[in-house]
């Protein structure tokens, strides 16, 4: 796992390429676009890096504002064997429980409203 947090110097790489047993997940801590960095160029390199460093498909989690809970829970599902876990594309962060709308008596409870498909 490569916490990366220069968001202001491009990342160099010199590994071989398609190594098979190795994989590279990446947690980017950025600071806000400025004359004097520019995250995105910085993401697209690392995201570059992910593509050829190894056989297993790497994750990328970025984060701006510094959420300690966010950086959490990125860190928790970066901690998953690379070779167990969906694609990233594939991959569905639980949903804040905060941000759940409550469920009133009269209303019926849909399956995709319940946290995990279970049934109240």
């Not at 098979?20 to 520019?38: A, Q």
């Not at 992910?50 to 970025?62: A, C, D, T």
Request: glycine content about 6%; hydrophobic content about 30%; overall charge negative.
């Amino acid at each position: 796992i490569l916490i990366y947090c220069r968001s202001s110097v491009q990342p160099e790489f010199h590994w071989p390429e398609g190594q098979k047993l190795f994989t590279l997940d990446v947690l980017y801590l950025h600071d806000k676009p400025s004359p004097d960095n520019c995250p995105q160029k910085v993401y697209d390199t690392l995201v570059d890096a992910l593509e050829h460093v190894g056989e297993h498909e790497g994750y990328i989690f970025e984060s701006g504002g510094g959420l300690t809970r966010v950086l959490f829970k990125q860190m928790c599902l970066l901690l998953s064997h690379p070779q167990q876990r969906c694609s990233q594309e594939d991959l569905d962060i639980p949903k804040s429980v905060t941000k759940k709308v409550p469920v009133t008596e009269g209303h019926p409870v849909k399956e995709e409203e319940t946290p995990h498909g279970s049934n109240q």
